[in-house]
């Protein structure tokens, strides 16, 4: 017979009992700091521990015990396309067309089929029983859905991204870090600033030192865009000049102006977002005197297109690639 020197059965008993306990408590832990406002956590320390089949990791208002295996994510956060990269195929997604909220993204559908549901676009209202009949072990729900949070919270173990539409860089980042897949987005990242680095010194080298504007038309108004989806890749990324004049942009990326603004405003390259050629600008005769329209250097994209992929990872490598080619082919004589 073995002995244990020193050591009875009762207190190896009163070890393990405490050992387990220490995992319990996190869960108590968790629930206690949610109820106080903590400042955005960095990304390296959004995962904190590892109990069992669950990690705790920190969100935007504290500490939540999630799945350590997420197997069935419902993306309300607008991370749909990073989750996609990142090894995830969520059971549901907010990253809906923006003049369909009932169906996904072209670029989404591509990828996933019919196989992921929807519950409203995630900049809006969401429709909490799709979230519900989906089933989700985890859920990911962005700025917007900040009052139906404990709602969700019901559900399934909820993780608030603080990161929204205008800032896909740090909501990949962040969704990253709590999922532990700092590597992947990393991987992807370096891919994506590679080619940017390459496109942009193609285009560099046809165009030199001459001038890039974003304006969306519509019926009523223009904006010139200087910050955000395309003009985000066009400013930012590629980093093209932008025109003399552009305005100063509100919060939301751009500054509406009127047609007199567009007057004094000629720069060499637009790329205009419009639905249709019925708009304010193309009804114009100040539109026929600009310098890149008699030059042919105006390249088309939709306002769909914009808002539905240039937010987005998968979606701004497209747009980089499309509007690439349009200046080099537009550049080519």
């Not at 990161?163 to 370096?190: C, H, I, P």
Request: hydrophobic letters at 40%; glycine letters at 6%; proline letters at 5%.
């Amino acid at each position: 017979m073995i002995k244990l020197s020193g050591i009875s059965y009762a207190k190896i008993f009163i070890l393990l009992v405490l050992l387990l306990a220490g995992c319990s408590n996190s869960t108590g832990d968790a629930i206690h700091s949610e109820e106080q406002a903590v400042a955005v956590p960095q990304a390296s320390s959004n995962a904190q521990k590892v109990c069992g089949q669950t990690r705790t990791v920190k969100d935007a208002k504290g500490e939540v015990i999630i799945p350590a295996a997420p197997q069935r994510i419902a993306d309300i956060s607008g991370s749909t396309e990073e989750l996609l990269i990142l090894g995830f195929k969520p059971v549901l997604s907010g990253n809906t067309d923006m003049a369909d909220p009932s169906v996904l993204t072209p670029i989404i559908k591509d990828k996933v089929g019919d196989q992921v549901s929807t519950a409203g676009w995630f900049q809006t209202e969401i429709d909490l029983e799709a979230v519900m009949a989906a089933s989700p072990d985890l859920i990911l729900a962005g700025p917007t859905q900040e009052k139906i949070y404990e709602q969700l919270e019901k559900i399934a173990p909820t993780i608030r991204v603080p990161y929204g539409f205008n800032a896909f860089r740090d909501r990949f980042t962040f969704v990253s870090e709590v999922l532990g897949k700092t590597a992947e987005m990393e991987s992807w990242l370096k891919s994506y600033n590679e080619r940017v680095s390459q496109l942009s010194n193609q285009i560099m080298e046809a165009t030199g030192q001459e001038t890039f504007a974003v304006i969306e038309a519509t019926q009523k108004e223009i904006r010139i865009y200087s910050r955000t989806g395309v003009a985000d890749t066009i400013f930012n990324d590629l980093s093209l000049p932008m025109a003399p004049g552009t305005p100063e942009p509100d919060p939301w990326g751009g500054k509406v102006t009127s047609l007199e603004g567009l007057s004094s405003f000629d720069p060499d390259h637009i790329v205009l977002l419009s639905d249709n050629k019925e708009n304010v600008v193309e009804r114009s005769g100040t539109w026929k005197n600009l310098k890149a329209f008699r030059s042919g250097h105006v390249y088309r994209m939709t306002t769909r297109q914009n808002y539905n992929e240039a937010f987005f990872a998968l979606g701004k490598l497209a747009v980089l690639e499309n509007i690439s080619k349009a200046i080099l082919e537009g550049n080519a004589d």
